[in-house]
């Protein structure tokens, strides 16, 4: 029997994880819960999900635009194993009663603080410690990528000290609300920005400090990253290192991956689902030793990281694989990552 799982929040996360979802052959999409109708939720019921409100109310807009509603969000928890919250920062944190209520164990987004669940999740950090826990939080698209890195380096060669700069996108490409269009943005312009602490939260013991700018793009976040490593080693050791993690995919600017524009077109011409990449890209170029300091250049694509470890974080919890590294071969054998 698949595992049945709900979406609450069908939007850029929620359609994907579902898709993600419905590509493994231990679990299935139980339904999703959309709360306007839209051409997601047409798409949605094209594939077969079965279409929830959040109240009964909602239902009528649907059945008024010939969507079939399958019940409310109440009815699809009473009749799932697991829920994936992907509503909207700071909605998800409001259902956490309900879920309490039905009793069922829920994932949340990096949207939302790490309180929501007192427990952050990366696949490879911390698999065995969300083995069969009620609740989880995948921490947002900059933290997983930049937790991916910094794990694989600190258990090669220990990390003494991380400073980061985050250029972030300012919107997804399908957001036609956020700016800014034509201007840099200091984002905060307090510092440090927040993502050191959320690193913290699935890696206690990293000492990392961020800043983080706003730019006008809507593809993918670059990273610049200098990192005080424990031991003394050169680029090559590094390539190696990263070679060997499974969410960690190498390009070059020789191969004319020059920008996050060429790491998205690579992602459509791998044939990705959406154009996604779910790997941080890393430009193996980058790669340097300065000074006994590492530095390189990452992007993450921020519409599809966090997806494999929603995948990966209803397997730990359900306690469908005890065995994180399995968990993500499987994931990724599944939807087609390969090294
Ligand atoms: P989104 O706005 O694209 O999608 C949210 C969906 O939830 C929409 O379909 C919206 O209609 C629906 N919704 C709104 N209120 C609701 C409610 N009360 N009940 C049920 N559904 C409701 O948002 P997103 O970008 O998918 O973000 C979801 C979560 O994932 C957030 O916590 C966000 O911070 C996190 N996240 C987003 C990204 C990203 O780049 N988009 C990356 C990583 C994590």
């Known amino acids: 029997m698949k595992a049945k799982v709900a979406i609450n929040g069908y939007g850029t996360i929620g ?12 679990m299935e999409i139980a339904g999703v819960v959309k709360t306007r109708p839209s051409f997601e939720a047409r798409v949605a019921l094209d594939k077969g999900y079965g279409l929830f409100v959040p109240s009964k109310e909602n239902a009528a807009d649907f059945e008024k635009q010939g969507m079939e509603v399958s019940g409310t969000l109440d009815e699809l928890l009473g009749d799932s194993d697991i829920v994936v919250d992907a509503t909207p920062g700071d909605v998800g944190a409001e259902y956490r009663k309900l879920y309490e209520k039905h009793g069922i164990k829920a994932i949340w987004q990096g949207g939302e603080e790490h309180e929501v669940a007192g427990f952050s999740f990366n696949s490879e950090a911390n698999y065995d410690a969300a083995l069969g826990r009620e609740h989880a939080r995948v921490v947002s698209c900059n933290t ?4 991916r890195v910094l794990y694989a380096l600190d258990r090669q060669f220990g990390v003494e000290k991380a400073r980061v700069t985050v250029m972030r996108r300012s919107a997804d490409p399908n957001d036609i609300k956020t700016g800014p269009i034509n201007a840099i943005v200091p984002d905060p312009i307090s510092l440090p920005s927040h993502h050191g602490p959320d690193v913290k939260t699935v890696l206690p013991g990293i000492n990392i400090t961020t800043v983080a700018v706003k730019l006008s793009t809507t593809l993918m976040p670059l990273h610049a990253l200098n990192v005080k490593l424990g031991k003394d080693c050169g680029a090559e050791d590094v390539v190696k290192t990263f070679k060997s993690r499974p969410r960690l995919r190498l390009v070059s ?10 790491a998205m077109e690579l992602a459509k011409d791998l044939g990705r689902p959406r154009g996604d990449m779910w790997e941080n ?20 694509h921020q519409e599809s990281d966090v997806v494999p470890e929603n995948v990966d974080a209803i397997r730990a919890m359900l306690e469908l694989e005890s065995d994180g590294a399995r968990s993500i071969l499987k994931t990724n054998a599944a939807l087609g990552i390969k090294k």
């Open 15 to 26: 359609k994907r994880v579902a898709d993600a979802v419905s590509m493994q052959d231990d």
């Open 281 to 300: 890209v890393i430009w193996k170029d980058s790669i340097a030793i300065d000074d006994g300091e590492l530095y390189f250049f990452q992007a993450i």
């Open 144 to 147: 997983t990528g930049l937790v």
């Open 253 to 262: 600017g020789k191969d004319r991956v020059k920008s996050t524009a060429e």
